[in-house]
């Protein structure tokens, strides 16, 4: 039986990109990870969860493991914001939604918001999973440009005003990760911020903040879009995964009520009761604030050492941004084709990931890789660089 014939025009289209995650490499155990996104195991409080999830468990038995969850689990939302983890974000007609990780809040905000004829903006390049997420509800897209000061929104603004002026397709919404963006590391300043508000008010579109990475600051702090949202232009977005652990599953969007309705409509109960309670214990009982920054020394470390390596390692003709915070750096080979790249580079035992992967056309990509600082050993990072730095003839 042809069982494809039951799926909608959408599902079709959907599938016809190929499964989420094939932009993963697949190296070999032994291999240096530079390519994953992943604290790094010693990040990871592991006792503190522990024993939070066995107090928890001893003090109210059953109730953490049933659907409705314990009584911990209803006081989540307030220790987030208790804790600082929404950066500041004051706003009465505001609602929280906590989420499976922001992946979920990414694609339920997808799904509340998109019709598959709705426009769709993104940086360039951008977060790799996303450009997943939003082709399963549209394939109209268009890309602006980043520079070292994020997204370039004074492109952006002769772009819409050549759409308006010209009566072509406005975007429904802007997807940005404007703090140590994945994959380039740069955050976007101030004053971009505050312009790219403005632009969302004039051209009536809204602006999706992926804010993973915010509390991940090394020197300076730059507040999310969604702080000085004044007209319920954003909808906000971020997770534990990065500071505490992602196998907990809590992420979150902070949005306007009717937005939030709308998204736990479709979510439904779908929570991980015993994640939530459990998160909530720890929230509760031990010192988030100090394994942020705990978490920050040690990853700031790690960028020294990879930036370190790059300037003893690489020619003199390959470039690469620089981060104060996050998890990544991009790196630009001029002339290299790093998808071939990362084939000779698995074999003799180092990974990343290739740029083409990062952009709506994989061909703006070809001489870009992301690399992950964050999960590997400190020396395997400089070995890693050092391994990729041997393959390039440039």
């Known amino acids: 039986m042809n069982f494809e014939r039951f799926f909608p025009p959408l599902i079709h289209k959907a599938l016809e990109v190929g499964p989420p995650g094939q ?9 240096i990870n530079l390519h994953a996104g992943y604290p790094h195991p010693n990040a990871i409080p592991i006792e503190d969860l522990i024993n939070a999830a066995l107090n928890l468990s001893n003090k109210e038995r059953d109730l953490p493991f049933q659907y409705e969850g314990s009584p911990s689990k209803k006081n989540l939302k307030l220790l987030l914001k208790e804790n600082s983890c929404i950066r500041g974000i004051h706003s009465d007609n505001q609602k ?21 004829s709705d ?44 759409r308006r002026k010209k009566r072509i397709q406005l975007p429904k919404l802007i997807y940005t990760v404007p703090t140590f963006h994945n994959p380039t590391g740069i955050s976007m300043e101030l ?28 020197k300076g702090d730059l507040p999310p879009i969604k702080s000085f949202d004044k007209l319920d232009r954003v909808i ?27 998204m736990s409509h479709f979510k439904k109960d779908a929570d991980h009761a015993f994640s939530w ?47 104060t915070g996050g998890f ?9 084709d790093t998808d071939k790249l990362l084939k000779k580079a698995l074999a003799i035992g180092v990974s990343f990931i290739p740029g083409k992967h990062f952009f709506i056309d994989p061909y703006d990509g070809s001489e870009f890789l992301r690399l992950s600082f964050s999960y590997a050993d400190e020396e395997q990072i400089t070995k890693g660089i050092m391994l990729i730095a041997s393959l390039l003839e440039i």
């Open 119 to 162: 426009l769709v903006a993104l940086e360039s390049p951008t977060y790799m999973e996303a450009i997943e997420i939003f082709r399963n509800y549209t394939s109209n897209f268009i890309s602006f440009p980043m520079d070292q000061k994020g997204l370039d929104v004074d492109f952006l603004a002769e772009d819409l005003a050549y």
């Open 277 to 323: 309670a459990v998160t909530a214990y720890y929230l509760n009982h031990y010192d988030f604030s100090t394994q942020v920054q705990q978490v920050r020394s040690d990853y700031s470390k790690r960028l020294f050492l990879i930036k370190e390596a790059l300037s003893k390692y690489m020619p003199s003709t390959v470039h690469w941004t620089e981060p």
């Open 96 to 116: 929280m939604i906590v989420t499976a990780g922001s992946t979920q809040a990414l694609d339920l905000t997808a799904r509340v918001l998109l019709h598959e």
């Open 191 to 218: 004053s971009r911020r505050t312009q790219l508000l403005k632009l969302a008010e004039e051209y009536d579109f809204l602006i999706v903040e992926d804010d993973a990475y915010g509390q991940l600051a090394f």
């Open 328 to 336: 990544f750096i991009w790196v630009h080979l001029p002339n290299i």
């Open 23 to 31: 932009w993963a490499p697949n190296p070999l155990k032994q291999n």
């Open 236 to 262: 906000y977005l971020s997770s534990l995964s990065k500071v505490v652990a992602p196998g907990l599953r809590i992420g979150w969007a902070v949005a306007p009520k009717k937005m939030v309705e709308a």
